[in-house]
């Protein structure tokens, strides 16, 4: 039993329930920065053969893991986690982590005694999960002697139920939704990384209220397949909580050549008097954002319509703004005219990393006047800002005159 399942049992000896815990948005640890010892424990809040239970738990303990110095392109921590496969008795077992429990039943890779659960009797093979985000992003480098081998990483919301997979995948009535990030081999050489993004989105087809989340991750979509020593590397999930709209109507008129990620527009109206909040209707990408709509007035010809959409996860926000003016077809109002909204940039205050609502190259300016960070970035990407000291930042984008005040906590 390692030093984090010590802590867990002796210290807090208690049943992991949804109802007693605070709304997560994104798991623990999601970069696996921290870890319970050497380079060969089990990153914190993650499990693996070394904690498995079931009749071949000791057969199947044997290490399957390893915590590697780095970060995947962009990213900022110290670490990230490679898992691979490998043979026991002539079987193959999978690499395997999970945030469940694993349970080795059987020799035979396929059986369905073999299996990830949520244990929801400990808390070190539980992790409570209430939220619905829209789409899973998680980084990925992944080495197969076949082409053909799929690694994968799935995150599954469930009920209140122990619910294993793969034996309950099947059953909707047992969760709410499932994200499935697959990838054939990225690199054909065992000893060089090729990282990528995988962007998936949660599907929710399933009845259950959401309780719990079990993410798992293997080197092999089927048990026992691949090969030996395939492995996969494994930094920064990250769940996206959806602030876009997909309309917006001024006066009971659509705005037209509307795209989400657009923010900016301009269009004409007959009376620029009646222009008021109550004129003003959108419909969010899902159903959980909030919107909160503001009309303020520039001059007797000219309003500015700001609505600003928070997502489920209370941080993600974006700002569509709408320059709405009273005045003949003829005028020369078009986006380019608009004055510019500045991007949004998210969360602030900050922690690891930040995003910004559109391509960019961004300068990151301290108190002092020095740049700390110059870069280009696209739309929705995570920035990584650990590394950065707590403080007081400037936020500039290149080609606009705006600055935008960054606090990192």
């Known amino acids: 039993m390692t030093m984090k399942k010590h802590i867990l049992f002796f210290s807090i000896l208690t049943i992991c329930t949804s109802i007693a815990a605070a709304q997560q948005f994104q798991l623990p640890n999601p970069g696996f920065e921290q870890w319970d010892g050497g380079y060969d424990s089990e990153p914190t809040h993650w499990n693996t053969f070394e904690s498995s239970d079931g009749s071949y738990s000791s057969l199947a303990s044997s290490n399957h893991h390893y915590r590697r110095s780095g970060h995947r392109p962009g990213g900022s921590g110290n670490y990230f986690l490679t898992i691979y496969t490998k043979s026991i008795v002539g079987v193959k077992a999978n690499g395997n982590m999970t945030t469940g429990r694993i349970h080795a039943g059987s020799m035979s890779a396929s059986s369905s005694d073999n299996y990830n659960y949520t244990q929801r009797s400990n808390s070190a093979f539980c992790q409570p999960f209430t939220a619905t985000p829209d789409s899973m992003y998680v980084w990925v480098s992944f080495y197969a002697g076949s082409s053909n081998s799929t690694a994968q990483v799935e995150a599954i919301i469930h009920g209140d139920i122990d619910f294993k997979a793969p034996n309950d995948v099947g059953n909707t009535s047992k969760y709410k939704g499932r994200a499935v990030a697959q990838t054939t081999r990225t690199t054909s050489s065992a000893s060089q990384r090729q990282w990528k993004q995988l962007k998936v989105p949660f599907v929710y087809n399933g009845s259950a209220d959401a309780a719990y989340i079990l993410v798992n991750m293997t080197t092999n979509n089927i048990p026992g397949s691949g090969d030996k020593n395939d492995s996969l590397s494994i930094d920064d999930i990250e769940f996206i909580y959806s602030a876009w709209l997909t309309d917006i109507r001024v006066d009971g008129n659509t ?16 009376d620029i008097a009646a222009i008021g909040t109550s004129n003003v209707d ?17 001059d007797d010809t000219t ?10 996860d209370g941080s993600t926000q974006r700002t569509y703004r709408i320059t709405a003016t009273c005045g003949t077809p003829g005028d020369p109002l078009d986006i380019s005219n608009a004055e510019p909204a500045f991007p949004v940039v998210y969360p602030n205050p900050a922690n690891n990393q930040i995003t910004i609502d559109r ?10 006047g020095h740049v700390v960070m110059h870069r280009k970035c696209l739309a929705s990407e995570p920035i990584g800002i650990g590394h950065l000291p707590r403080g007081v930042y400037f936020v500039n984008i290149e080609g606009t005159k705006i600055v935008k005040k960054l606090i990192i906590k």
Not at 359 to 368: E, G, Q, S, V
């Open 255 to 270: 705005i037209e050549n509307f795209e989400k990620g657009r923010l900016n527009y301009a269009i004409h109206v007959d």
């Open 282 to 298: 959108f419909t969010t990408e899902v159903p959980d954002a909030t919107v909160e709509t503001s009309v303020s007035e520039i």
């Open 303 to 312: 309003k500015v319509i700001r609505l600003a959409v928070t997502a489920e």
């Open 359 to 368: 391509d960019c190259t961004i300068y990151l300016t301290d108190l002092k």
